[in-house]
């Protein structure tokens, strides 16, 4: 059987909350300078670590591993 992964950076920190003035309607909304949100949190790579956890913080982990690939 194959083992399923997931990214789950927007579901463990509250990731909207480190952006300032940004209140998309859909996840692939551009921010109101044009960047997309990939594009932003590759130049703040610490936003994910700093960003709040979710309610899901404590429960995701009992449910199923979580493997991360940080940038170095």
């Not at 059987?1 to 300032?20: A, E, P, Q, T, Y």
Request: glycine share 2%; proline share 10%; with cysteine.
């Amino acid at each position: 059987m194959k083992k399923l992964f997931f990214d789950l950076d927007g579901v463990i920190r509250n990731l909207h909350s480190m952006v300032v003035d940004w209140d998309p309607q859909y996840w692939d909304d551009p921010l109101p300078n044009g960047e997309s949100i990939f594009d932003y949190f590759k130049r703040n790579a610490s936003y994910l670590i700093y960003a709040e956890p979710t309610e899901y913080y404590n429960v995701i982990p009992k449910e199923i591993p979580i493997i991360t690939c940080q940038p170095k």
